[in-house]
């Protein structure tokens, strides 16, 4: 899985998952040769490999033992962690949308990785509990349709997503989307303390914890959810009910695209050129569950913009570990937590191979970028439920 050897990164966690979906357990050698993982020598393997275009290499018994020795070494930093299931894995998008409309299900698609889709009625009927990981697509929990007023309200698409959403909270016994969006939230919050793995991407970050801490408090201006917001509702947010941020300051206004200074689009002053992210580096043997995250070929990753580009560094909670960052700019790109038993990862940005993909923008061409770095670190995510797990020691 380094730069230099493998055609095509991405399609090979399908070829890992395909394995582990044979009940075959894999080993996944963190920080050897960008990652690599260790599967046995199987014809049918072979095949497979050759028919989605993934390179590997055929290894003596003598050969395996002389590289996990060199692994388990005291002095190197590396690891070998066993996957053992392949984790069923729930995509929570609405309707009609179609897999290029999020990163997530675009690379799960491209890699062959099955997946099932969800939504609020779901959720709250406590399906949850059936799945192993959890995507969270590009959502606005806090019930403000985007924030997308300004620019999109006399939108076909828009007008009908809003109806669409309205109907929907309707069906489910609610007055308004914003409060069914706060019991969806909540009921992923439970799955997630209850042992869940929840990723989530772009807007998707920072309204779910915005939901979160404003759990008894109107936030929503009348045009969406027809009645005026709570006086003075900042002083009523709670930062104690979040999974990642805190001190954060809401947007009021409709006519402003955020939700938050939680996010560092408006604050970025970055070239598209210059515009990278660098992963942080963990110790494999102590630390294997960042390490497993943060397995790539290269450190360095580029930017991409989003609705939620980034997340302000001195609003991120101190026991939130940041995995990706741009230290220049203050912000935090790409981190981890656990809350409960369980497990959540928050990636700033929509479309790791387009930079500032926009409302009708062309779906992104994953053939052009089967080794995309940034792509990997989804991956990473997706595989991550199949590992045994170790306690975080740092």
Same mark, same amino acid.
């Given at each position: 899985?380094?730069?230099?050897?493998?055609?095509?990164? /991405?399609?090979?966690?399908? $070829?890992? &998952?395909? #394995?582990?979906?044979?009940?075959?357990?894999? =080993?996944?050698? %963190?920080?050897?040769?960008?990652?690599?993982?260790?599967?046995?020598?199987?014809?049918?393997?072979?095949?497979?490999?050759?028919?989605?275009?993934?390179?590997?290499?055929?290894?003596?018994?003598?050969?395996?033992?002389?590289?996990?020795?060199?692994?388990?070494?005291?002095?190197?930093?590396?690891?070998?962690?066993?996957?053992?299931?392949?984790?069923?894995?729930?995509?929570?998008?609405?309707?009609?949308?179609?897999?290029?409309?999020?990163?997530?299900?675009?690379? /799960?698609?491209?890699?062959? $990785?099955? &997946?099932? #889709?969800?939504?609020?009625?779901?959720?709250? =009927?406590?399906? %949850?509990?059936?799945?192993?990981?959890?995507?969270?697509?590009?959502?606005?929990?806090?019930?403000?349709?985007?924030?997308?007023?300004?620019?999109?309200?006399?939108?076909?698409?828009?007008?009908?997503?809003?109806?669409?959403?309205?109907?929907?909270?309707?069906?489910?016994?609610?007055?308004?989307?914003?409060?069914?969006?706060?019991?969806?939230?909540?009921?992923?919050?439970?799955?997630?303390?209850?042992?869940?793995?929840?990723?989530?991407?772009?807007?998707?970050?920072?309204?779910?914890?915005?939901?979160?801490?404003?759990?008894?408090?109107?936030?929503?201006?009348?045009?969406?959810?027809?009645?005026?917001?709570?006086?003075?509702?900042?002083?009523?947010?709670?930062?104690?009910?979040?999974?990642?941020?805190?001190?954060?300051?809401?947007?009021?206004?409709?006519?402003?695209?955020?939700?938050?200074?939680?996010?560092?689009?408006?604050?970025?002053?970055?070239?598209?050129?210059?515009?990278?992210?660098?992963?942080?580096?963990?110790?494999?043997?102590?630390?294997?569950?960042?390490?497993?995250?943060?397995?790539?070929?290269?450190?360095?990753?580029?930017?991409?913009?989003?609705?939620?580009?980034?997340?302000?560094?001195?609003?991120?909670?101190?026991?939130?570990?940041?995995?990706?960052?741009?230290?220049?700019?203050?912000?935090?790109?790409?981190?981890?937590?656990?809350?409960?038993?369980?497990?959540?990862?928050?990636?700033?940005?929509?479309?790791?191979?387009?930079?500032?993909?926009?409302?009708?923008?062309?779906?992104?061409?994953?053939?052009?970028?089967?080794?995309?770095?940034?792509?990997?670190?989804?991956?990473?995510?997706?595989?991550?439920?199949?590992?045994?797990?170790?306690?975080?020691?740092?």
């Amino acid at each position: 899985m380094d730069a230099e050897t493998q055609e095509n990164h /991405l399609k090979a966690y399908g $070829i890992t &998952y395909w #394995t582990l979906a044979k009940n075959i357990k894999v =080993k996944w050698l %963190l920080n050897y040769r960008g990652g690599s993982f260790l599967l046995p020598d199987t014809d049918e393997i072979q095949k497979e490999c050759k028919i989605r275009g993934v390179s590997f290499e055929i290894l003596s018994n003598d050969k395996v033992e002389g590289i996990l020795q060199d692994i388990s070494s005291p002095s190197k930093n590396m690891e070998a962690v066993v996957l053992e299931k392949a984790p069923k894995i729930a995509v929570y998008t609405p309707k009609g949308k179609l897999p290029w409309d999020d990163a997530v299900t675009m690379v /799960l698609t491209y890699a062959e $990785i099955p &997946y099932e #889709t969800i939504y609020d009625e779901q959720v709250l =009927k406590d399906e %949850l509990v059936l799945y192993d990981w959890l995507h969270l697509h590009h959502e606005d929990f806090t019930g403000q349709f985007g924030k997308f007023y300004a620019r999109y309200r006399t939108a076909a698409w828009y007008i009908e997503e809003k109806n669409e959403a309205e109907a929907l909270a309707t069906k489910l016994g609610y007055n308004k989307v914003s409060e069914a969006k706060r019991d969806v939230a909540l009921k992923i919050r439970d799955y997630v303390v209850g042992g869940g793995f929840m990723f989530a991407m772009c807007s998707a970050t920072d309204s779910f914890d915005i939901a979160l801490s404003a759990e008894h408090v109107d936030i929503c201006e009348p045009m969406f959810d027809g009645d005026a917001s709570d006086a003075n509702y900042q002083s009523k947010i709670d930062y104690n009910k979040t999974f990642a941020f805190k001190d954060y300051t809401l947007e009021r206004s409709p006519m402003v695209y955020e939700f938050s200074s939680i996010d560092m689009t408006r604050k970025r002053k970055i070239p598209k050129q210059t515009d990278y992210f660098s992963l942080m580096d963990f110790s494999a043997k102590w630390d294997p569950i960042p390490t497993m995250l943060c397995q790539n070929h290269t450190a360095l990753v580029k930017g991409f913009m989003g609705q939620t580009t980034s997340f302000t560094r001195e609003e991120i909670k101190s026991n939130v570990l940041v995995m990706g960052e741009n230290r220049t700019n203050g912000e935090a790109k790409y981190i981890h937590g656990i809350k409960g038993k369980g497990f959540f990862t928050f990636y700033g940005g929509h479309d790791p191979e387009d930079y500032t993909h926009k409302v009708g923008d062309p779906k992104t061409e994953l053939d052009l970028h089967p080794t995309s770095p940034g792509y990997r670190l989804i991956l990473n995510n997706v595989l991550f439920p199949a590992a045994k797990k170790k306690k975080q020691k740092t």
